[in-house]
């Protein structure tokens, strides 16, 4: 197992090495340049060499190159161009929120459609089946600023149930420990805190829940169809197992394998920030400050969060493999 960790772990290295190369020619393939997000419109042309000479622009890419792999095997990703903070310093800034709003829409996507597609299978062709995959279907289908939208006109102006913008309500006195704010709550006792947190937590994680819940949904549902269906469940069933050992240890576990794989793939999706439901709730985190990113050409930015997003893609997906051993007593890592 340890053999295994390592070596996967020493995998992460050409991988990131290949990602940055990639990155590097995408933003340097860019129209404009860094010293756009630097200088007005109306600067000089002299004025624009001076800055691409200062921020060593003007030398040859393989030399830019080279200084962008020493910083970053220093865990020195630089400062941004739009607000001259550290790049490290504003990721630990809006990453908390990411994964708040990540975790609120994998606990929907997963506590509903795991248990919905598997009764959806085990009632093949009645009512609940076809709800289920007309249900999952739609989730696919809507766009998530639109179902967004129409929550917050449904949920927050019209009925008042749930609050549209932020993190937490303006002007809440909350003490700030981890940048988690339902966890704040609970670490300093402040629990009216922690419950205007996980109010504001709603209607974005179900707008981001949407797409998650509708591959769940099917992934679990055509599992669990194809596991039904293997000799050694009938063998279960026809030496009289109850059916709650049967759904446990025959069906379910099994099934998990392609369901989990999914999940893994999806919450490293998210975790690399929800431009859409991020923009559309305000919700601070590293999806839209990547967008401004981009319109702003902040390259400092763009170059260190996507290479530590792609470092926690890694390991979700490191993590999703170790879980097979647990999943499947027959899949044993080596």
């Known amino acids: 197992m340890v053999r295994y960790i390592v070596r996967r772990l020493l995998q992460l290295i050409p991988t990131l090495f290949g990602l940055s190369l990639l990155l590097f020619a995408w933003l340097h393939s860019l129209p404009g340049g860094p010293e756009a997000a630097l200088l007005d419109v109306r600067a000089t042309a002299d004025t624009r060499a001076q800055v691409r000479?200062?921020?060593?622009?003007?030398?040859?890419?393989?030399?830019?190159?080279?200084?962008?792999?020493?910083?970053?095997?220093?865990?020195?990703?630089?400062?941004?161009?739009s607000t001259g903070t550290p790049v490290v310093e504003e990721f630990g800034r809006r990453f908390p929120a990411t994964v708040e709003l990540t975790v609120a829409a994998m606990i929907l996507a997963i506590g509903l459609g795991i248990p919905l597609g598997y009764l959806a299978a085990r009632r093949h062709g009645r009512l609940l089946d076809i709800l289920?995959?007309?249900?999952?279907?739609?989730?696919?289908?809507?766009?998530?600023?639109?179902?967004?939208?129409?929550?917050?006109?449904?949920?927050a102006v019209k009925l008042g149930w749930f609050p549209s913008?932020?993190?937490?309500?303006?002007?809440?006195?909350?003490?700030?420990?981890?940048?988690?704010?339902?966890?704040?709550?609970?670490?300093?006792?402040?629990?009216?805190?922690?419950?205007?947190?996980?109010?504001?937590?709603?209607?974005?994680g179900i707008a981001l829940a949407s797409i998650p819940f509708a591959i769940i949904v099917r992934?679990?549902?055509?599992s669990v169809l194809e596991v039904l269906g293997e000799d050694y469940v009938r063998t279960a069933?026809?030496?009289?197992?109850?059916?709650?050992?049967?759904?446990?240890?025959?069906?379910?576990?099994?099934?998990?394998?392609?369901?989990?794989?999914?999940i893994?793939?999806?919450?490293?999706?998210?975790?690399?920030?929800?431009?859409?439901?991020?923009?559309?709730?305000?919700?601070?985190?590293?999806?839209?400050?990547?967008?401004?990113?981009?319109?702003?050409?902040?390259?400092?930015?763009?170059?260190?969060?996507?290479?530590?997003?792609?470092?926690?893609?890694?390991?979700?997906?490191?993590?999703?493999?170790?879980?097979?051993?647990?999943?499947?007593?027959r899949v044993r890592v080596r």
């Open 237 to 262: 069933e026809a030496k009289g197992l109850r059916e709650s050992t049967v759904r446990r240890r025959h069906v379910l576990r099994n099934a998990m394998l392609p369901v989990a794989t999914s």
């Open 165 to 204: 913008l932020g993190r937490q309500t303006p002007g809440l006195d909350a003490t700030r420990v981890t940048g988690f704010y339902v966890l704040d709550g609970v670490l300093t006792r402040e629990f009216d805190a922690s419950w205007d947190a996980l109010k504001h937590l709603v209607l974005p």
């Open 53 to 81: 000479r200062s921020l060593g622009l003007d030398e040859p890419l393989w030399i830019q190159y080279g200084r962008f792999m020493k910083r970053l095997a220093q865990l020195d990703l630089g400062d941004s161009f």
């Open 264 to 329: 893994g793939l999806l919450t490293g999706g998210l975790l690399s920030g929800a431009v859409l439901t991020e923009t559309v709730f305000a919700f601070g985190g590293i999806g839209s400050f990547l967008a401004e990113a981009i319109s702003n050409r902040d390259y400092p930015v763009l170059m260190g969060f996507i290479m530590i997003i792609a470092v926690l893609y890694v390991l979700i997906n490191l993590a999703v493999d170790l879980s097979y051993s647990l999943l499947d007593p």
């Open 132 to 155: 289920t995959v007309s249900g999952s279907l739609l989730g696919i289908c809507i766009p998530i600023f639109f179902l967004g939208f129409l929550l917050k006109a449904l949920l």
């Open 219 to 222: 992934m679990t549902r055509a």
